[in-house]
């Protein structure tokens, strides 16, 4: 049978009519929900099991350098393209908690407790998530981190400025320690947002954590089955990681893309927040060649939730395409 438009214009009609006859019965509605259900999500890569964990979402107004190289008109086409609205960015965020069968391993832990007031819940949910999926900060043996931007390292502390992992060794790349650890690249900075980083990496690893940390260099396991990969630009020291087992494998990218409808689409283009954009950009296209050469799955800090998924090319870029959920692990 055919649907036409002027069926389904006639169909609206008659749904609208439904309340006014006479013998249509009102009833009350179920009182609308107000909380989102909690958000986390699984899956497997050999034996090792994978916890997605939400950390919220910011939504904040599309500036004129956002992309440091593309006009705002071309940034809010790409938006509109997919099917987003203009005029606005909506920034995930997904850290993760990885059960290598021997150890309990996160991976980045989000804007923390503080962005959680100022935002009013929509981000610093990692501790709220994280606990709703079962899983005890006091269980944690390890937690890696890929660089140390707010939304990676802030959830290192709790509200009270204590160890949120209290069990945890912490790791951090050796290059991203020895940059913003060093006075004298700190008094180098000028813009207020850089200031901001340096000040916020010694409140956390200074202040918080009283410099007790691991450095790890790239090429090398940091967990078991978890190999830290260069993958600079974003930041000097920025690491993303492959987690292997058995024959399964997963990319874990971390920030080599921001917003995947703008970045991964447009490799070319330059994120304001890349602190070396040219490097970021070389860095961009050599992990994203390889994964559509490798046809790996890839796990990304700042895809749409459940975040991960596989890449091919597409024209001059390259195109996400999310995994299937899976109901059952």
């Known amino acids: 049978m055919e649907i036409t438009r002027r069926h389904a214009l006639a169909g609206a009609a008659a749904l609208a009519a439904l309340p006014l006859l006479p013998n249509a019965s009102a009833k009350a509605a179920a009182p609308a929900a107000e909380k989102q259900a909690p958000s986390f999500y699984r899956y497997k890569v050999g034996d090792a099991q994978v916890n997605v964990i939400s950390d919220g979402i910011n939504n904040f107004a599309l500036g004129d350098t956002f992309v440091l190289n593309a006009k705002k008109d071309e940034v809010n086409a790409a938006l509109e393209r997919a099917f987003m609205p203009k005029d606005k960015m909506s920034i995930q965020f997904a850290p993760l908690v990885i059960n290598t069968g021997g150890k309990l391993v996160v991976v980045d832990t989000g804007n923390g407790p503080g962005a959680f007031a100022s935002s009013k819940g929509n981000v610093g949910q990692f501790a709220s998530n994280m606990a709703a999926a079962g899983v005890d900060p006091k269980a944690v043996d390890m937690v890696v981190i890929s660089h140390f931007h707010a939304d990676h390292i802030n959830g ?161 870029g390259y195109r996400l395409v999310p995994a299937p959920w899976n109901p059952v692990i």
Not at 179 to 189: H, N, S, V
Not at 196 to 218: C, H, I, Q, S, W
């Open 156 to 316: 290192l502390l709790t509200a009270d400025n204590v160890l949120a992992f209290p069990n945890a060794e912490v790791l951090v790349p050796a290059a991203e320690w020895k940059y913003f650890m060093d006075d004298g690249e700190m008094g180098k900075q000028t813009s207020d947002r850089m200031k901001g980083v340096f000040a916020n990496a010694r409140r956390v690893f200074d202040a918080g954590l009283k410099k007790k940390v691991t450095p790890y260099e790239m090429g090398k396991d940091v967990a078991p089955g978890l190999q830290a990969v260069a993958s600079h630009g974003h930041t000097p020291g920025h690491t993303s990681y492959v987690l292997s087992s058995g024959s399964d494998k997963v990319f874990i990218q971390s920030d080599v893309t921001n917003l995947p409808a703008l970045f991964v689409t447009n490799p070319g283009w330059h994120l304001m927040f890349d602190q070396d954009p040219a490097m970021a950009e070389a860095t961009r296209r050599k992990v994203y060649d390889m994964l559509v050469a490798d046809k790996m799955r890839v796990q990304g800090f700042h895809y749409p939730f459940p975040a991960n998924g596989f890449v091919e090319k597409d024209g001059t």
